[in-house]
């Protein structure tokens, strides 16, 4: 088996670069190192490590970003399998797997030798994601995180409140959009849109938490136009998962297709990557992405009986 380690040396802070080499260089199997020096690096490494066609896992040791460009480039192989090495100050897809995540996935004996299963990715006008698509204020915000997330002593969320802060004073909270998903044909103002493989964005947000990357089910939040007041009462219940709560203001759809359109372009935000278009359809992919993570680690959610 061969194991390839793809490290965004500017991902994170200076001592988790220091911890991961240090790891890197007691393990007791041997290894391949490459490191990333601009955008693109991460997919073209994987690429190219997939098409050779022998068995392969690849580590995509950085944040959200990172692991991005290394499920674009690994995407439909089956002898290729990914993790997600948690090195970036944004981990977000990897809170899956329970709390203390970044220790266990740090643990590359262990991870290394864990098991893998075939997760489902979400096609974004022709780009995939593996954890979250969002179109709104929502998206508007984390366009913006990337300001204040290196600054000292703010954390994934504090970054994140920060930017919501900045784009509620000065961009306001609902556009004009037309949205098609399901039944519900909506042509209206709207404050959030979010499509859900993994559970969480947004440095900690959890929209939905029965969401679960192998179940062949997208699911959809739309969140209609409220005003600053009913935002700032709603949002953090939002974050928590009680979309149920408010079936007036909340719409959702659990499928495998969502389109949506404006006139002027939207800002969409897949895995942490900025899109912006007047037009997109995300859509449950055809293909798929092997997933590693250590043995003893469950991405399901508690009381989860939903299957593929």
């Known amino acids: 088996m061969r194991h390839l380690f793809i490290i965004n040396p500017a991902a994170g802070k200076r001592r988790s670069s220091a911890r991961l080499?240090?790891?890197?260089?007691?393990?007791s199997f041997p290894c391949e190192r490459v490191y990333t020096s601009q955008a693109g690096d991460a997919r073209r490494f994987a690429e190219e490590a997939v098409r050779q066609g022998e068995p392969v896992r690849i580590y995509a040791c950085g944040g959200d970003g990172t692991l991005n460009e290394v499920v674009n480039g690994a995407a439909g192989?089956?002898?290729?399998?990914?993790?997600?090495?948690?090195?970036?100050?944004g981990n977000d897809f990897l809170k899956l797997f329970g709390p203390n995540y970044r220790e266990r996935f740090f643990d590359?004996?262990?991870?290394?030798?864990?098991?893998?299963?075939?997760?489902?990715?979400?096609?974004?006008?022709?780009?995939?994601?593996?954890?979250?698509?969002?179109?709104?204020?929502?998206?508007?915000?984390?366009a913006g995180v990337h300001r204040y997330k290196d600054l000292p002593l703010v954390s994934g969320m504090g970054a994140y409140l920060l930017s919501l802060g900045e784009t509620l004073l000065f961009g306001g909270i609902s556009r004009p959009m037309e949205v098609h998903m399901?039944?519900?044909?909506?042509?209206?103002?709207?404050?959030?849109?979010?499509?859900?493989n993994g559970r969480h964005y947004g440095g900690g947000f959890m929209p939905v938490p029965e969401a679960m990357p192998d179940d062949g089910v997208l699911d959809m939040l739309l969140v209609r136009r409220v005003g600053l007041l009913t935002f700032l009462r709603l949002v953090g219940r939002y974050a928590?998962?009680?979309?149920?709560?408010?079936?007036?203001?909340?719409?959702?759809y659990h499928?495998?297709?969502?389109?949506?359109?404006?006139?002027?372009?939207?800002?969409?935000?897949?895995?942490?990557?900025?899109?912006?278009?007047?037009?997109?359809?995300?859509?449950?992919?055809?293909?798929?992405?092997?997933?590693?993570?250590?043995a003893g680690t469950s991405y399901r959610p508690a009381g989860a009986d939903r299957t593929s």
Not at 21 to 27: D, I
Not at 82 to 88: F, H, L
Not at 240 to 252: N, Q
């Open 240 to 252: 928590k998962g009680r979309y149920r709560d408010y079936p007036e203001l909340i719409f959702d």
């Open 21 to 27: 080499e240090e790891l890197l260089g007691k393990l």
């Open 182 to 196: 399901g039944g519900l044909n909506w042509a209206d103002e709207t404050s959030l849109l979010c499509i859900c």
């Open 108 to 142: 590359l004996e262990a991870l290394a030798a864990g098991p893998q299963t075939p997760f489902d990715l979400m096609d974004c006008n022709g780009h995939l994601g593996i954890d979250v698509v969002c179109a709104g204020v929502d998206a508007r915000v984390a």
């Open 77 to 89: 192989f089956p002898q290729a399998a990914i993790t997600n090495v948690p090195k970036g100050t």
């Open 255 to 294: 499928g495998q297709e969502v389109s949506f359109s404006a006139q002027t372009p939207i800002t969409v935000v897949v895995d942490g990557e900025v899109m912006e278009d007047t037009a997109f359809t995300v859509r449950l992919s055809e293909k798929k992405v092997n997933f590693f993570y250590p």
